[in-house]
Antibody, heavy 125, light 106 residues
Framework: EVQLVESGGGLVQPGGSLRLSCTSS????????MTWVRQSPGKGLQWVANINEDGTVEHYADSVKGRFTISRDSAKNSLFLQMNSLRADDTAVYYC??????????????????WGQGTVVTVSS | IQMTQSPSSLSASVGDRVIITCRAS??????LGWYQQKPGGVPKLLIY???RLESGVPSRFSGSGSGTDFTLTINNLQPEDFATYYCLQDCAYPRTFGPGTRVEIK
């Protein structure tokens, strides 16, 4: 059962910006690491970025570093992806996913157990 | 870390055993997950920590491997298993998915 909902996608010109949002009416997002994953048309999955529970740690794919910013607002129970300097190859469905994490013998494992339905971003003139 | 998968696609029949291989460009211990995605659908977690079956996933799915070489095995393939399967390394940043293996009906 999908418990995450993305929004904010749309058509934007190259060089433009968009801000994606992800929220949940059932999950308290601030309890988890959260991740953005994207999928270009007809292509595979690409990990984009993640953020820790309190928003103090972020990681990015090389292809978006310096252009995208992941953030969260616990009061709004929301996750965001600010996308600037958009390029045609950023065209994709963007999914947010909860990382439940699994810890064993001091090793942390990603467990993306809950995904939204995705929001479509199209970068085109 | 680069991830490769083989084969890129395969055809199989209901009841078959299917084995998908994922290889990492460097050792990632057992920090690997497997995800299933059906056409038009959302990715679904199958396996994490290389071999731990996610709750609710049928036991015909299993994962193994450590270091650089991993396998996803589907025993007694069912009609609902026809999908694309992706591995994902979570040993280092940036996380990287494999290119996917499409399992089609023979």
């Amino acid at each position: 059962e999908v418990q995450l909902v993305e929004s904010g996608g749309g058509l934007v010109q190259p060089g433009g910006s968009l801000r994606l949002s992800c929220t949940s009416s059932r999950l308290t997002l601030s309890n988890y690491w959260m991740t953005w994953v994207r999928q270009s048309p007809g292509k595979g999955l690409q990990w984009v970025a993640n953020i820790n529970e309190d928003g103090t740690v972020e990681h990015y794919a090389d292809s978006v570093k310096g252009r995208f910013t992941i953030s969260r607002d616990s009061a709004k129970n929301s996750l965001f992806l600010q996308m600037n300097s958009l390029r045609a190859d950023d065209t994709a469905v963007y999914y947010c996913a909860r990382d439940r994490n699994y810890v064993d013998s001091g090793t942390w494992y990603d467990v993306f157990d809950n995904w939204g339905q995705g929001t479509v971003v199209t970068v085109s003139s | 870390i680069q991830m490769t998968q083989s084969p890129s696609s395969l055809s199989a029949s209901v009841g078959d055993r299917v084995i998908i291989t994922c290889r990492a460009s460097q050792a990632i211990r057992n920090e690997l997950g497997w995800y299933q995605q059906k056409p038009g659908g959302v990715p679904k977690l199958l396996i994490y920590a290389a071999s731990r079956l996610e709750s609710g996933v049928p036991s015909r799915f299993s994962g193994s491997g450590s270091g650089t070489d991993f396998t996803l095995t589907i025993n007694n393939l069912q009609p609902e298993d026809f999908a694309t399967y992706y591995c994902l390394q979570d040993c280092a940043y940036p996380r990287t998915f494999g290119p996917g293996t499409r399992v089609e009906i023979k």
